[in-house]
């Protein structure tokens, strides 16, 4: 359910007809959202549905701008079509569908959700193949993250660009990026992503991870199973304190306020 309420302003009259309008057309095509993003200049959100589509708006105007559909038919006819940039192993892709059905079946399992970059431009979310970089202007992919990654899901996910308010941008040297055409230090952003039935977080940079012989400084910085004992202690903490976690959040922009 997406709830919205308005502030008495002069751009608000405008904005509460064009979101009359647009609940109007998502109830008709019985719709519903189980993930909202805006972009961070205001101008577009995307909305995550159960259908596997993910959904454009212009803001101002509610109109549709883009529809990405990721539904299981779609990457079948990808998996059949001559476009290397989408195809994979046929037992690879075999695999990755078996847990997508998995995926439909497991009612706790992370809802995905769709995010945009800093510059408004990219949209960034996870898929069967992997984490599609989608450029919005164009509309072609940019970029397909984790798609090696083969035993791992991606379903969460979210974007450190550096916080530009305090010039802090985090950055790397040009050859740790394996770029050589400029010696000045280029901006790392890093996409953080949590998987399906993974306990871990993951991590997406542009620099080359390390490989030294010392194992707990390489790539997986945590590999071994937790003792049993820290497991079954942490179940019994989990489901007493399942019941009291927060289902929703609310925004408080200028203009509306949002409860999703």
Known sequence: MLDISFSELPFSKHFKKFCQEFCLLYCQLQYYCIAYQVSPDGKQFSITSPDRRIRIFWFKTGKLRRVYDES??????????????????????????????????????PQPNAIFDGSSNFLIYATLLGIKVVNLHTNKVARILGKVENNDRF????????????????????????????????????????????????????????????????????????????????????????????????????LLALCL
């Open 155 to 254: 379903l969460r996910i979210a974007l450190y660009q550096g916080d530009r308010s305090s010039k802090k941008v985090r950055k790397i040297p040009a050859a740790a990026a394996n770029v050589n055409e400029s010696k000045e230090p280029l901006t790392d952003p890093t996409l953080l992503c949590c998987a399906f039935k993974k306990h871990r977080i993951y991590l997406f940079s542009r620099r080359e991870p390390e490989e030294p012989e010392d194992a707990t400084k390489g790539r997986d910085v945590f590999n071994e199973k937790p003792p049993p004992d820290e497991l079954l202690a942490a179940s019994d903490i989990g489901k007493a304190v399942t019941t009291s976690l927060p289902d929703n959040v609310v925004s408080f922009p200028s």
């Open 72 to 109: 299981l038919e779609v990457a079948q006819d990808l998996q059949r079509s001559d476009a290397p940039l989408y195809r994979l192993e046929a037992i690879d892709f075999g695999r990755r569908m078996a847990v997508e059905k998995e995926i439909e079946k497991t009612e706790s399992a």
